[in-house]
């Protein structure tokens, strides 16, 4: 049981920590935002104390330091500065070393943890400094409660209050951050304005908080203050519903002699009257009308935590470990196989029951593919996130000005290409910081904003995901390109290819442009890794550039890995798929058509030329063709390819299958599917089957070149 906790705590901690960075990068953009502030405490605090709870000693004892320093910020006693959010980033990289290298219960690098807590010490102000005395520390504990309690608060200071130098607007605005607040504030005991004087203090407040936090933070609020007022604090809902009033609509009269306003004889009597209970006890001056506006926002405020908590009940979550979910997708994948293989053999029975029944099946298992596909979808804006701190820490190292935009962050994408996304997008940031965005002074020079802008961007688009990512820095150097690339033989000298495609050679093992290797760079090792890491996400890439106006870069991605839409094929005795979201449409192919094509592989779709591509031929698949066959036109990174095949089968649900070691070097191929009769069916990469005929067509050109100059010499 222990360990169970204490795996759960860690997976917390590290939740805890991403959402830290997030609101620290935040922080360092509006220094003053307090809600912010509140954020990064209130995760400082949670980490500290349920760590400390379940033995991580050393994260508790480490995180302490910066809870204390934040505590003094929340106060208003030390501002925040880029020092400070250096140091809490660093800090909260060696907790996270912590947790995934020795579980938490002892240092990683005790000199550099001690070198960190020693400067957050320094950071905060001497007991001698200041006028304000600094709240003591709690002892460590988990500081908040299991459930979320709603309390009912009376805060009524003495008139003097001012002469201690206490504000109380600054204690509500504290109570706030504790949770859910409605402030009521009293006015009846200020006076005439030629009585009314400015050193006393004549409001006094109703406050109703809802919290996690516990009794024991709210008496904290008013620690230097309680011998300076009329405090009392009521449990009037403990989260459970059993407060003794377990009705989700709680009377308006239950509140009133709860908080002592009427006596229980007075409200029998005025519930007599038909009249709204309020009106009756204001008319027979038993109560007044602030004190029933302080019993209807109580009232209201409580009726909606117990709604929020009865939905939240309803649509609670649960984590569920990957490796289930996983195993989850892999069973609904068989279970489309099945399915598949049910309806063709209901089909060739002509039985109008079973096929019926068919076709109920193939709507349920169409609606749980979907659902369990739903499961593994997580927004991109997680991975944003951390872009966010690699920008900042690049910049700094580099000496440049760069802020990074992100939009679309709530776009989803499954899971596992999220995570095989982080490191192509990694090597994208890195190359458009160190290549792309100028010094501040080369930028002014040029006209443009000193802060350089890194944009990425996602949207849907069909069965795809499209990811931009753009820069305004200097742009792409065709003519360095154009002649490195001759030097590493990849064009000969002189030869002009159009810059979409001069400008794809970025992408070629060991290239690089740059004339001195750092720490971040000039290798030629970072844009291969990128366009190896999409095609293994069967994704395409795309590179569009202006000299002078920045670079912009655009992935293509499908949704899932698993189970794809697909168009099922047929070449002789073969069954081929085609990925549904690269197709546009069907045309057909007669003998007569190909005549007049005069040898070439090309044929006109309402004006548009289309090469295309024969499967028969490019497989060597035996038999001849038919007298009409079907082509089927996709989109490609440079236009419209078609694909000669026998006949077009239809849309088919392809659950994928990885192909054995012995078939990995078949690029072209990406996978296989089994139909619904037991048949394997291969599934097709487009873009890397025309891009290894484009390689082997300028391979042969070269070739043939080359002869023609021997010859001539």
Not at 163 to 181: K, S
Not at 242 to 250: H, I
Not at 391 to 396: E, G, N, T, Y
Request: one cysteine or more; charged letters at 30%; proline letters at 4%.
């Amino acid at each position: 049981m222990i360990e169970a906790q204490r795996a759960a705590y860690k997976e917390e901690a590290f939740e805890l920590l991403a959402e830290l960075e997030t609101s620290l990068l935040a922080l360092e953009e509006t220094p003053g935002d307090q809600e912010i502030i509140g954020r990064v405490f209130r995760a400082l605090h949670t980490i500290k104390g349920s760590g400390a709870m379940f033995g991580f000693d050393a994260v508790a004892g480490f995180t302490h330091e910066m809870e204390t320093v934040f505590d003094l910020v929340r106060e208003g006693r030390l501002s925040v500065t880029k020092t400070l959010v250096d140091l809490t980033l660093a800090a909260k990289d060696r907790i996270r070393s912590m947790l995934a290298e020795s579980g938490g219960t002892m240092p990683v690098d005790e000199e550099e943890c001690r070198r960190i807590v020693r400067a957050f010490q320094e950071l905060a102000p001497k007991p001698d400094e200041g006028s304000i005395a600094v709240r003591p520390q709690a002892a460590p504990s988990m500081g908040c409660c299991d459930k979320i309690v709603t309390y009912r608060i009376h805060f009524r200071p003495h008139r003097n209050i001012f002469l201690t130098g206490t504000q109380p607007i600054l204690l509500l605005n504290e109570l706030r951050e504790l949770g859910d607040c409605n402030v009521i504030a009293h006015t009846d005991a200020i006076p005439p304005l030629e009585e009314l004087s400015p050193d006393e203090c004549f409001l006094y407040w109703d406050i109703v908080l809802t919290t996690r936090e516990g009794i024991d933070a709210i008496r904290d609020v008013f620690i230097f203050v309680e011998d300076d007022c009329e405090l009392k604090i009521e449990t009037v809902d403990d989260g459970d519903g059993a407060d003794g009033c377990s009705n989700p609509n709680k009377l308006l009269g239950d509140i009133l002699i709860e908080r002592g306003y009427v006596s229980r004889d007075d409200l029998e009597n005025a519930l007599k009257s038909r009249k709204r209970i309020g009106e009756v006890l204001m008319d027979g001056g038993l109560v007044d009308a602030a004190r029933i506006e302080v019993a209807l926002v109580e009232q209201h405020h409580i009726r909606e935590i117990r709604e929020k908590r009865q939905r939240g009940e309803q649509a609670s979550s649960l984590r569920i470990p990957a490796d289930r979910l996983d195993t989850l997708v892999d069973l609904v994948g068989e279970l489309v196989t099945v399915q598949a293989r049910l309806s063709q053999t209901v089909a060739s029975l002509d039985h109008p029951e079973l096929l019926l029944i068919s076709e109920e099946v193939e709507r349920l298992t169409t609606d749980l593919r979907d659902n369990t596909m739903s499961l593994r979808m997580l927004p991109i804006g997680t991975t944003f996130s951390k872009l966010k701190r690699l920008v900042r820490d690049l910049s700094d190292e580099l000496g440049k000005e760069v802020v990074l935009v992100t939009d679309g962050a709530e776009t989803e994408l499954d899971k596992t290409v999220i995570e095989r996304l982080n490191d192509p997008l990694v090597h994208l940031i890195r190359n458009c910081i160190d290549h792309g965005i100028e010094k501040p002074d080369v930028r002014k020079k040029t006209g443009k904003p000193r802060q350089g802008t890194v944009r990425i961007s996602a949207a849907h688009s069909g069965a795809s995901v499209l990811l931009h990512i753009s820069d305004d820095g200097a742009g792409l150097n065709a003519d360095a390109i154009r002649a490195r690339a001759a030097e590493k033989g990849l064009i000969s000298q002189g030869t002009e290819i159009p810059e979409k495609e001069l400008f794809s050679l970025i992408f070629t093992p060991g290239f690089s442009t740059a004339k001195e290797v750092t720490s971040i760079s000039g290798r030629g090792v970072g844009m291969d890794v990128v366009k190896r890491g999409i095609e293994v996400l069967r994704g395409s890439i795309e590179i569009g550039s202006q000299r002078g106006l920045g670079t912009t870069i655009t992935l293509k991605l499908p949704l899932t890995l698993a189970i794809i839409d697909g168009l099922l094929v047929k070449v002789g005795e073969g069954f081929f798929v085609a990925p549904l979201s690269v197709v546009r449409e069907c045309v057909e192919l007669t003998r007569e058509d190909a005549a007049r094509a005069n040898g070439r592989q090309i044929t006109v779709v309402r004006g548009e030329i289309v090469p295309y591509i024969r499967l028969r031929e490019r497989f060597e698949i035996e038999g001849d063709a038919p007298e009409v066959e079907q082509i089927v036109i996709t989109e490609v990174p440079n236009g419209s390819v078609g694909i000669v095949v026998d006949k077009v089968m239809g849309e088919h649900q392809t659950v994928i299958k990885n192909l054995g070691k012995l078939y990995r070097g078949v690029e072209a191929i990406s996978g296989a599917t089994i139909l619904g009769d037991g048949t394997v069916a291969l599934i097709m990469d487009i873009h890397k089957l025309v891009e290894e005929i484009e390689a082997e067509e300028k391979q042969e050109h070269s070739t043939n070149r080359g002869e023609r100059l021997c010859l001539r010499t």
